[in-house]
């Protein structure tokens, strides 16, 4: 019985065992992968809210200049800021707005893209190295399997 358990123990074991720990090693590798392209896309997010914020300023600059020459353009006409030319006046203050909340908009849109992708890239990891865990428990169990019908006969 001993010679049998030292056979076992040199050769049918050595290749489940091996199987198991490059199970192990891949998942987490591919975990480590996703996660790291996950801080990628989390940092990108970052960037495209930061770069989102200062277009904004920088719409709401441009257009603030844009309404102070249609200003100095109503008062040089003489027409004075009420009726139909204070409503331009005041539609046009309105529509900068929207641009420039529209900047805002769209760098929020890509910043939740980003960060979604992130969050899915940190599930997958989860799974990947789960995966390398029953990789290796699969590896484990079939040389056993092998190991135990190997004895019976």
Known sequence: MSDYIAQV???????PALQAVGGVTQGISEANAMRANARTYGT???IAAAQGFEQEAQTRRSTARALGRETAAVGQAGGGYGGSAGRALAQSARNMELDALNVRYKSQLQRWAYDTQAGYLRSDAKVAEAGGVMKAGAALLKGYGSNYLGAAE
Do not use: C, L, N, R
Not at 9 to 15: A, L, N, P, V
């Open 44 to 46: 990108e997010g970052a």
């Open 9 to 15: 123990g040199q050769s049918s074991w050595t290749g």
